[in-house]
């Protein structure tokens, strides 16, 4: 959540952020009511109690009518501060729930408008010419299937559409990218994390993903837990309610979890392989700082991004991601997106969004510095979604036969292998 001096202070930013989301401006008019009502229920609680404690210290002395009569004052006295109580208690409840919906700050250099919106910073890597090379590239389903690495079809006789198996090299892919991911985040200085899937609610709706996200997330009501999107809500809530010194900043966490997500809205996006699926597995980058320095962090997240992917030999693009599609916690965005032979185009591989002080402040968490205690900045960053990876990595490496070529960095993760070869069937 947002500062509410901040709000108070400059209401027409707040407002200004809003619409530039495409949320609701008069929200930011319903919340400054509702704190205005808030300070100033509690300014008249303030002021009843004292003259109750006044009033108290005056009937011991007191005999007589005058006794009474100040008996009488005081419990007068008593139901005006207990209705002064509620009220306050009201307004207070009202703000918190009100600020709750009110998303991140959108930081000024983002580009306003929707998900067709955004802006290319920069591109990487070469784009085969297949037709050069005269074959017609086989989408990464027909090739997963040559490979003996991908089964689609017995993932929904199981579970479902959007599951799937990986197998036989397919599994083995998938380790190797892991271990890969995890070696490169070690040696950034990340601390490897293995998380938990389920959290509680006051975990997922912390980190902003009971708001506009609520309906892509997974829910055991019999348990009141929820299943992680992604491992950023469990590393993100590792120090909820904790107060850390500023010698220990920044820390940084490379988690590895199971994701999952109900992909609502996405009905006959996507449907074919393995692209947008219900169940994956990410290596997830994230970062506690302090918040002057969460800029520069949200840049250096990028350049591990586009390290990871370079080193997958992946042709890919860094976009400025608009407003709209933010996210109600990240102020600012930056997706890369590898190209995908098949479809013709780039598509989303990773992602790193700025979140400031938005989700420390709703999981209180604060750093001390000297005498001052604040809230801290946090910052995620994708660095291998398995599934969309293993599409990319599939249709750009493929060769003529059908055999798929294996990126430098992962064959020591594969013992040594240089091509992965069709199976015979």
Sequence with gaps: MIDLRLLREDPDRVRASQRARGEDVALVDSLLSADERRRSSGVRFDELRAQQRQLGKLIPKASGDEKAELLKKASQLAADVKAADAERDAAAAETQELLAKLGNLVHPDVPVGGEEDFVTLETHGEIRDFAAEGFEPKDHLELGNLLGAIDVERGAKVSGSRFYFLTGVGALLEFALVNAAIAQATAAGFTPMLTPALVR?????????????????????????????????????????????????????????????????????????????????????????????????????????????????????????????????????FDCEAWIPTQGKYRELTSTSDCGEFQARRLSIRVRDGKQVKPLATLNGTLCAVPRTIVALLENHQQADGSVRVPEILRPYLGGREVLEPVAK
């Design 201 to 333: 609610p006051e975990s997922m709706a912390g980190t902003g993903y009971l708001g506009q996200d609520a309906d892509g997330v997974y829910y055991l009501e019999k348990d009141n837990l929820y299943l992680v999107g992604t491992s950023e809500v469990a590393i993100a809530s590792y120090h909820r309610d904790e107060i850390l010194d500023a010698d220990q900043l920044p820390l940084r966490y490379a988690g590895f979890s199971p994701c999952f997500r109900r992909e609502a809205g996405s009905h006959g996006k996507d449907t074919r392989g393995i692209f947008r699926v219900h169940q994956f597995d990410k290596v997830e980058m994230f970062s506690f700082v302090d918040p002057a320095d969460s800029q520069a962090e949200h840049q250096r997240l990028l350049e591990w991004e586009k390290q990871w992917l370079t080193s997958l030999e992946l042709p890919f693009r860094v976009i400025d991601v608009a407003s709209g599609d933010l996210g109600s916690s990240a102020a600012r965005k």
